[in-house]
């Protein structure tokens, strides 16, 4: 979050607003949740779990789309795909 979202005051890092008094903490837990979500997506891929990874993905943008987790999600949904064609070579 760059701004505050009521009234576009740039976000100081504080749970309230600086201008406005606005509560900015449940965005600020949000956007945590986001990225230990892309965090996750990003071990869960290194360990090899392509589902798992999706998911946690699928989860942060969800939330908020941000460009790495579009990205990441890109990759992913190609993994996916070459995953499930690998497995339906094997069962030729
Ligand atoms: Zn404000």
């Known amino acids: ?3 505050c979202p009521v009234c576009r005051a740039r976000f100081s890092g504080k749970p309230v607003c600086r201008r406005c008094k606005s509560d900015l903490f449940s ?3 949000l956007e945590e949740q986001v990225k230990k979500s892309l965090h ?7 360990a090899g779990n392509i589902d798992t990874a ?14 790495f ?11 996916q795909d070459a995953h499930r064609a690998a497995k339906i ?4």
């Open 89 to 92: 070579v094997k069962l030729q």
């Open 54 to 67: 999706c998911n946690f993905c699928g989860y942060a943008e969800s939330i908020k789309k941000t460009s």
């Open 40 to 46: 996750r997506a990003v071990y869960a891929l290194a």
């Open 1 to 3: 979050m760059k701004r």
């Open 69 to 79: 987790g579009k990205a990441l999600s890109g990759f992913l949904a190609s993994r």
């Open 27 to 29: 965005l600020i837990q």
